[in-house]
């Protein structure tokens, strides 16, 4: 593919008036003149116009609707807002002009996925890059502590270690747990995680959340497991949560999420096992004026039978 010139032409009209036609500022670059300039020799676009539609404001790529300025200086949608209307190459006003010939020119890339350097081999058109790269499959995962808005991403061992070191997150190894929670007042509640832990159990690693938050007029307690990986290997496991005293207990059994789903997606709908103030205060005995909760669980590997297609938990010793 090559290009001798690309106008950028306003959308505001349909008249097309001389001075409304501008040349991007780079692409007077040799390579998109004539080949015959060239000697002949080979041309390789694809990178330079790569570079052209990468915003340099954010550094981003850019996608429809491209600006430009009347001096032919590109930017994206979002920093067009960020810099109040105002070229940041030669600060003159950017009006409303969208250079649609560099538009057109996306539509014909196909450019790797963002993380081929993490693994993945896809090549998409350009404008189905951002749709595949929100859900690819070797993507980094945020951080998994719901105490702060971390925003800190990765593999899963740098999160290991970063949740080891950074938030100070108590690590276990084995697939059973059994955590005593205690709180002197257990009417106040201002949405506060209570604990995380994290488990390392068939080679993978397991988020045991356990907090309270306000439902309604009422708080209540709420224990959920997250699997440090993808949807489909987290439904190749299985876990149980139980609670209880005073001879009554509750039992959840389900599937843990994966880690892809955000702390707060999981808690609100209430997918783990939640547990009403009056039931916690119950299992807690004495005066019910301390709140006193051992949840203990396990965690399990869910087996294809070949023969049946039945699963068959595979216990951890």
Do not use: W
């Given at each position: 593919?090559?290009?001798?010139?690309?106008?950028?032409?306003?959308?505001?009209?349909?008249?097309?008036?001389?001075?409304?036609?501008?040349?991007?500022?780079?692409?007077?670059?040799?390579?998109?003149?004539?080949?015959?300039?060239?000697?002949?020799?080979?041309?390789?676009?694809?990178?330079?116009?790569?570079?052209?539609?990468?915003?340099?404001?954010?550094?981003?790529?850019?996608?429809?609707?491209?600006?430009?300025?009347?001096?032919?200086?590109t930017l994206c949608s979002t920093c067009k807002v960020r810099v109040h209307n105002r070229c940041p190459t030669c600060r003159q006003e950017l009006g409303d002009i969208r250079c649609l010939a560099l538009e057109k020119v996306a539509e014909s890339l196909e450019l790797p996925c963002k993380?081929?350097?993490?693994?993945?081999?896809?090549?998409?058109?350009?404008?189905?890059?951002?749709?595949?790269?929100?859900?690819?499959?070797?993507?980094?995962?945020?951080?998994?502590?719901?105490?702060?808005?971390?925003?800190?991403?990765?593999?899963?061992?740098?999160?290991v270690n970063h949740l080891r070191d950074d938030h100070k997150v108590d690590m276990h190894s084995g697939c059973t747990f059994n955590h005593r929670y205690v709180k002197s007042n257990p009417r106040e509640v201002e949405n506060a995680t209570w604990m995380l832990t994290v488990f390392n159990c068939f080679d993978h690693y397991f988020c045991l959340h356990f907090e309270a938050f306000q439902l309604g007029m009422a708080p209540v307690y709420m224990a959920f497991l997250r699997f440090m990986g993808d949807e489909t290997e987290a439904r190749n496991y299985s876990y149980s949560l139980e609670v209880g005293g005073n001879g009554r207990k509750l039992v959840w059994e389900g599937t843990p999420r994966s880690i892809r789903d955000s702390h707060r997606k999981v808690r609100d709908s209430h997918d783990g096992l939640v547990i009403q103030r009056n039931m916690a205060l119950f299992f807690s005995g004495g005066d019910r004026k301390e709140l006193k909760l051992r949840v203990t669980g396990r965690i399990w590997k869910e087996q294809q039978n070949p023969d049946g297609g039945v699963c068959i938990p595979n216990l951890c010793s």
């Open positions: 593919m090559e290009f001798n010139s690309i106008e950028c032409i306003s959308s505001s009209s349909e008249v097309i008036e001389e001075d409304q036609i501008r040349y991007h500022h780079h692409l007077l670059h040799p390579q998109f003149l004539p080949s015959k300039t060239h000697n002949n020799s080979a041309i390789h676009p694809t990178t330079s116009v790569h570079e052209l539609l990468e915003c340099p404001v954010c550094t981003n790529s850019m996608y429809p609707p491209i600006h430009q300025c009347h001096n032919g200086h993380y081929f350097s993490l693994g993945c081999p896809e090549i998409f058109p350009y404008y189905s890059k951002l749709k595949h790269e929100a859900l690819c499959n070797v993507r980094p995962y945020n951080c998994p502590y719901a105490g702060s808005e971390c925003s800190v991403v990765g593999d899963i061992p740098y999160l």
